[in-house]
């Protein structure tokens, strides 16, 4: 019995990188309608698509139903690797960024849908290369609800399938996998249209309006605008707000409101529980606002909710600078950076319904201190959680904030303050964009020592691949027969 069948893991890498070189035709008509060079995309697909072709020469005849678990951990892991390098081409190529650390940063940022960037002058960039960054945001986002709801629960990624997914739903996902992603790929596509129809009835160009649209359905952030949403009126900061909102919401609730079962929406409580994190978090940021600043309340509702909306669905767009925020709306901001939205979703972070089942748990230890002999159960949407599970989503959060520490005190040791480095990590690992000190809305990572870059994009993929299937290849058992 073999480890690990490094042909099977070419071969679904070859199809990424496939699948990356159809993508980088896709600025080209821009590129010729605002008369920008052709050769950064041309060149880049030119070299996917030679190393998709050697990987599909390489592995012609290979069986495909000797693919094992360990083969799926590592072409996951490798192929987001390869999807952030294979995307900082066009940037090397174009010149716009000449660093390739910098270039990976900014690839791995879009892909992860995180929305960190290097880039100090975003205006100044071409068309094509513009609408490169928010396609980068929109393949990933798409990629990710793939993995999340096909391939992570056959990977049995840290009990993640079991709360995730709905025992029904999984059945038909085993059995029809290409109908539910069709779907699923369906729903997303009508949310990204939905918003740019919307977005265009303002004063955004059609342009702006599709780049906001995939960078907000991703939950990624980047903007064509180097005030990100602050340079626009209210009418579309309310839009991106909603939508934002919509993103963070799992694609299986879309799913079952396509298939029109109101029941199981109705009994989906990680759903009601992102509303009312939402909601509180939302009027408390308002209430701060009001009560520190000048702002009427209709600037404080709509710049608190847009801040909250966007740090807990980990979009990051900003439509203010939240770092002149009073320090105890800092504080909210900082916490909630460790929040996320659903899972089945396209943000990032801890995710609500993890959250939530710490919650429960919390309530049965209480519950047993008060009642000795009661007989405690964890349930979620009606259905008992496993102790298995318990203890995965328990080992999740430990392991994620062992990350965030130790990532925290590698980027202070690199020269960094430290509410920079940790929130620069918190940001990265969540999948956020902007964090606090050095690194805020209007700031960047430009600034940021080499080293740190290459740590902080590893975070990130780290964190898109929910953690534990990056670190599953550096355990021992892994290797072993």
């Not at 071969?11 to 699948?19: D, R």
């Not at 959250?355 to 748990?361: E, G, T």
């Not at 430009?446 to 780290?462: C, D, E, G, N, T």
Request: with cysteine; proline share 3%; net charge positive.
């Amino acid at each position: 019995m073999k480890l690990i069948h490094p042909l099977i893991i070419l071969k679904i890498l070859s199809t990424i990188l496939a699948i990356v070189t159809a993508t980088l035709l896709f600025p080209l008509p821009l590129a010729v309608y605002h008369g920008e060079p052709l050769s950064p995309f041309l060149l880049s697909a030119a070299i996917t698509g030679l190393l998709s072709a050697s990987f599909i020469i390489l592995t012609r005849g290979v069986d495909l139903n000797k693919f094992s678990n360990r083969d799926g951990y590592l072409a996951v892991t490798l192929a987001w690797i390869l999807l952030s390098l294979s995307g900082a081409l066009p940037y090397l190529i174009s010149g716009s960024i000449p660093r390739i650390t910098d270039a990976f940063f900014e690839s791995a940022s879009g892909f992860s849908t995180t929305g960190s960037s290097i880039l100090t002058d975003i205006e100044s960039l071409p068309f094509s290369i513009l609408f490169w960054r928010s396609l980068t945001h929109w393949v990933g986002g798409i990629g990710i609800i793939v993995l999340v709801i096909l391939i992570f629960p056959t990977l049995r990624v840290s009990g993640y399938q079991l709360f995730s997914l709905e025992s029904s739903l999984k059945e038909k996902i085993h059995s029809r996998a290409k109908g539910i992603a069709i779907r699923i790929m369906l729903i997303y596509f009508g949310l990204t249209v939905s918003e740019v129809i919307f977005l265009s009835l303002g004063e955004m160009n059609i342009f702006d309006s599709v780049c906001h649209a995939m960078g907000t359905i991703a939950t990624g952030g980047f903007s064509t605008k180097n005030l990100s949403l602050m340079h626009y009126s209210a009418y579309s900061q309310y839009v991106v707000m909603i939508f934002m909102f919509l993103a963070g919401t799992s694609q299986i609730i879309y799913y079952y409101l396509v298939k029109r079962n109101f029941t199981k929406i109705r009994q989906n409580e990680e759903l009601w529980f992102y509303i009312v994190v939402v909601v509180i978090s939302g009027s408390f940021a308002t209430s701060i606002l009001m009560a520190n600043t000048s702002m009427n309340l209709e600037q404080a509702f709509r710049v608190g909710f847009f801040q909250i909306v966007s740090i807990i669905t980990c979009t990051g767009f900003a439509s203010a600078d939240f770092l002149l925020w009073p320090s105890v709306g800092l504080m909210l901001i900082f916490l909630l950076m460790f929040s996320g939205g659903s899972t089945g979703s396209t943000s990032g972070g801890i995710k609500m319904a993890r959250h939530l089942i710490v919650l429960k748990n919390l309530k049965n230890v209480i519950t047993k201190l008060t009642h000795p002999k009661s007989i405690t159960f964890t349930r979620l949407n009606g259905k008992m959680i496993s102790e298995e599970t318990n203890i995965s989503i328990l080992s999740f959060i430990i392991l994620y904030l062992f990350i965030f520490l130790t990532g925290t005190i590698v980027i202070v040791l690199s020269g960094l303050d430290p509410v920079t480095s940790a929130t620069s990590v918190a940001t990265c690992m969540a999948g956020i964009g902007p964090g606090l000190g050095t690194v805020g809305p209007m700031s960047n990572f430009a600034h940021l020592p080499v080293f740190s870059k290459l740590i902080l994009s590893f975070i990130m993929i780290i964190g898109r691949l929910e953690i534990i299937t990056v670190f599953t290849l550096f355990t021992r058992s892994f290797w072993k027969l």
